[in-house]
């Protein structure tokens, strides 16, 4: 492990965006060594759950990445910084790191969520742009003047999650992020690479990933978990719209209690169909 030196705040031009935080001197984490089959118990016969290949997913990966790169297309990524977008992020930060990386900031986040993506982004030198919602808190309320989640969290989320990503969209050929398959209805339909709103090509590296997958790399790298993970919080999103996931339920269940709703937004439009 090396030490980063601290990061210095960039005006990148976009829409609604505070800034990219690039990384000065050394990543701490040494995320361009390969895998280290040893690392974990649970990748090796006999130990917790038995092995798990991911040499063979990781690196098509690596080649999906330098084939876009060589194609000259303009790539970024989003994360919500959840224990499922670990992974990604890791991946990126080892065979990407130039990629960008967008932070919708709602301002309803957990205050775990935020010191958990500002302790990933000094372990792996991330390259994070925040982006926030084109219209005022103030204006985001219903006629009897209630915050929208109450009332309309559908428009809540286009607010201040569709809409300030719609720029991003607009400037960039490629979209990277980490939906997976097992996750929900919604994105088992969905395809590795895809047509997304404006245009933009979808790429979801991690649809095939299972979570045992998800955990293996995770325990591999020696990498963290969301601080709110082991309190049941199994996909944590905005604080007013998250609960904790009941027994044998599926991991976004917690998301929109109550609601048909299951996504915000981000991840609807697509074509379905791709490589």
């Given at each position: 492990?090396?030490?980063?030196?601290?990061?210095?705040?960039?005006?990148?031009?976009?829409?609604?965006?505070?800034?990219?935080?690039?990384?000065?001197?050394?990543?701490?984490?040494?995320?361009?060594?390969?895998?280290?089959?040893?690392?974990?118990?649970?990748?090796?016969?006999?130990?917790?759950?038995?092995?798990?290949?991911?040499?063979?997913?990781?690196?098509?990966?690596?080649?999906?990445?330098?084939?876009?790169?060589?194609?000259?297309?303009?790539?970024?990524?989003?994360?919500?910084?959840?224990?499922?977008?670990?992974?990604?992020?890791?991946?990126?930060?080892?065979?990407?790191?130039?990629?960008?990386?967008?932070?919708?900031?709602?301002?309803?986040?957990?205050p775990e969520t935020l010191d958990f993506r500002r302790s990933l982004e000094r372990?792996?030198?991330?390259?994070?742009?925040?982006?926030?919602?084109?219209?005022?808190?103030?204006?985001?309320?219903?006629?009897?003047?209630?915050?929208?989640?109450?009332?309309?969290?559908d428009h809540c989320c286009h607010l201040n999650k569709v809409l300030p990503l719609?720029?991003?969209?607009?400037?960039?050929?490629?979209?990277?992020?980490?939906?997976?398959?097992?996750?929900?209805?919604?994105?088992?339909?969905?395809?590795?690479?895809?047509?997304?709103?404006?245009?933009?090509?979808?790429?979801?590296?991690?649809?095939?990933?299972?979570?045992?997958?998800?955990?293996?790399?995770?325990?591999?790298?020696?990498?963290?978990?969301?601080?709110?993970?082991?309190?049941?919080?199994?996909?944590?999103?905005?604080?007013?719209?998250?609960?904790?996931?009941?027994?044998?339920?599926?991991?976004?269940?917690?998301?929109?209690?109550?609601?048909?709703?299951?996504?915000?937004?981000?991840?609807?439009?697509?074509?379905?169909?791709?490589?």
């Amino acid at each position: 492990m090396g030490g980063a030196t601290g990061t210095e705040a960039r005006d990148i031009g976009w829409p609604g965006a505070r800034g990219v935080r690039v990384p000065i001197g050394k990543p701490t984490c040494e995320a361009n060594k390969s895998m280290d089959s040893s690392a974990s118990p649970a990748a090796q016969p006999g130990g917790l759950f038995g092995p798990v290949d991911l040499d063979g997913p990781v690196q098509r990966i690596e080649a999906e990445l330098a084939a876009y790169r060589q194609r000259g297309l303009r790539m970024f990524a989003s994360s919500s910084f959840q224990t499922n977008s670990v992974v990604l992020l890791h991946l990126l930060s080892r065979f990407a790191p130039e990629v960008p990386i967008c932070f919708l900031n709602t301002g309803f986040h957990f205050p775990e969520t935020l010191d958990f993506r500002r302790s990933l982004e000094r372990r792996l030198g991330l390259r994070i742009v925040e982006l926030f919602s084109p219209v005022e808190r103030g204006q985001q309320r219903d006629a009897a003047g209630r915050l929208l989640f109450t009332s309309d969290p559908d428009h809540c989320c286009h607010l201040n999650k569709v809409l300030p990503l719609e720029p991003v969209l607009a400037s960039h050929d490629l979209w990277i992020n980490g939906v997976r398959a097992a996750q929900s209805e919604t994105r088992a339909a969905m395809a590795r690479e895809e047509r997304g709103r404006m245009g933009i090509l979808r790429y979801h590296p991690l649809l095939d990933w299972s979570s045992r997958m998800v955990w293996t790399y995770l325990q591999r790298h020696d990498l963290p978990s969301h601080p709110l993970e082991d309190q049941g919080y199994h996909s944590v999103g905005c604080r007013p719209c998250t609960r904790k996931v009941g027994e044998g339920l599926d991991d976004r269940s917690g998301r929109w209690t109550g609601l048909k709703k299951t996504e915000c937004g981000l991840h609807l439009g697509g074509t379905g169909s791709g490589s």
